[in-house]
Nanobody
Framework: VQLQASGGGLVQAGGSLRLSCAAS????????VGWVRQRPGKEREFVASISWNGATDYLDSVKGRFTISRDNAKKTSYLQMNQLKPEDTAVYYCVAQRASRTAWGYWGQGTQVTVSS
């Protein structure tokens, strides 16, 4: 599976962004997909994931603000981010094939999200 993330950018606090992750390969629909971020000076942290059957998991600090979804026909996953905060500023990586919240089999390149106060 190869993953291509897009949709990052600069937004003011309280604003919204939608990240997309386009996948290639035949196993997309059978895999969990998700997002991991790395904030400046911090370790990488899990943000959200969605399993092959639609079960979701979220980092506590993004619950109620972020929504992950997937379109198996398009082999694409999405992360809708609302009510963005400056502390959401990070490089966001799309990932696939979950072993644990922080262990994934496939990683895409990151996309920068910057939230200004």
């Amino acid at each position: 599976v190869q993953l291509q993330a897009s949709g990052g950018g600069l937004v003011q606090a309280g604003g919204s962004l939608r990240l997309s992750c386009a996948a290639s390969g035949r196993s997309f629909r059978n895999n969990s997909v998700g997002w991991v971020r790395q904030r400046p000076g911090k370790e990488r942290e899990f943000v959200a994931s969605i399993s092959w059957n639609g079960a979701t998991d979220y980092l506590d600090s993004v619950k109620g603000r972020f929504t992950i979804s997937r379109d198996n026909a398009k082999k694409t996953s999405y992360l809708q981010m609302n009510q963005l905060k400056p502390e959401d500023t990070a490089v966001y990586y799309c990932v696939a094939q979950r072993a644990s919240r922080t262990a994934w089999g496939y990683w895409g390149q990151g996309t920068q999200v910057t939230v200004s106060s």
